[in-house]
C-alpha cells in the first residue's frame, strides 16, 4: 500500500539553527501539506501545496519557514532559526484531490 | 466558537460496548467529513468518510446531520484494539482540512 515517508522520525536541534524536514508523498497525489501538532494539542494546517506553488498557507507558517518540491519526488519543510515553541510533531500528508488525506508518520521536533 | 468541537473523553469503556462519539463543526460551508484516528505519538489515519446518508464500515457508522452541523460516530462490539483518539476532520472545496482535538477512547479488558 502506498505510503507517505518523513525523515528524519526525531530531530534534536538548538535554538536557532535551522532544520528540514522531507516527505515523500504518495506518487500519483497532486496535493501536499504540512501539519503539526504540539504535544496534548490539535492537529493544525500549516501549508497546502499544489502545481508547484503554495496554494494556501495559515497564519503559523510565518517567514520562519518555506516548503520546497526540489524535484518530482520531495516535498520539504524548512524552518529558519528555530524557536522552542516549534517543538511539535511535523506531519507531512498528501491527496489525490484536495479532499482526504494520507499522513506520513511524522518528524518529531524537539528544539532545545 | 471553534471550527471543530469534540467532547474530550477520555471515554473508558469494557471490551464489547458501544461507543458513540459527537462532533459539531462551526462552517457551513463545509463540504467533506472525515473521521481519523490516531494512536498515542503516531500520525493521524483515516477512518472512514461520512457521508449524507449516512455509511457503514464493518462496526462502524458515522451520520452527518447539515442541519445541525453535527457528525457522529458509532463504534459497535469495541475491541483493545480500538483504544485511541478518534479525531473529527471537515473542510470545505479546496481549503485544508480542519481537525477537532479528538475524543480519547480506552478499551479495558
Known amino acids: 500500500e502506498p505510503e507517505v515517508t518523513q525523515t528524519p522520525s526525531h530531530q534534536v536541534t538548538q535554538m536557532g539553527q535551522e532544520v528540514i524536514l522531507r516527505c515523500v508523498p504518495i506518487?500519483?497525489?497532486?496535493?501536499f501539506y504540512w501539519y503539526r501538532q504540539i504535544l496534548g494539542q490539535k492537529v493544525e494546517f500549516l501549508v497546502s501545496f499544489y502545481n508547484n506553488e503554495i496554494s494556501e498557507k495559515s497564519e503559523i507558517f510565518d517567514d520562519q519557514f518555506s516548503v520546497e518540491r526540489p524535484d518530482g519526488s520531495n516535498f520539504t519543510l524548512k524552518i529558519r532559526s528555530t524557536k522552542l515553541e516549534d517543538s511539535a510533531m511535523y506531519f507531512c500528508a498528501s491527496s489525490e484531490q484536495d479532499t482526504e488525506a494520507f499522513f506520513g508518520q511524522g518528524t518529531r521536533l524537539t528544539v532545545v | 466558537r471553534k471550527e471543530v468541537e469534540q467532547d474530550p473523553g477520555p471515554f473508558n469503556v469494557p471490551e464489547g460496548a458501544t461507543v458513540a462519539f459527537n462532533c459539531t463543526y462551526s462552517n457551513s460551508a463545509s463540504q467533506s467529513f472525515f473521521w481519523y484516528r490516531q494512536d498515542c505519538r503516531k500520525e493521524p489515519k483515516l477512518l472512514m468518510s461520512v457521508y449524507s446518508s449516512g455509511n457503514e464500515d464493518g462496526r462502524f457508522t458515522a451520520q452527518l446531520n447539515r442541519a445541525s452541523q453535527y457528525i457522529s460516530l458509532l463504534i459497535r462490539d469495541s475491541k483493545l484494539s480500538d483504544s485511541a483518539t478518534y479525531l473529527c476532520?471537515?473542510?470545505?472545496?479546496?481549503?485544508?482540512?480542519?481537525f477537532g482535538k479528538g475524543t480519547r477512547l480506552s478499551v479495558i479488558a
Open positions: 476532520v471537515v473542510n470545505k472545496e479546496n481549503t485544508p482540512l480542519v
Open positions: 506518487s500519483n497525489h497532486l496535493y
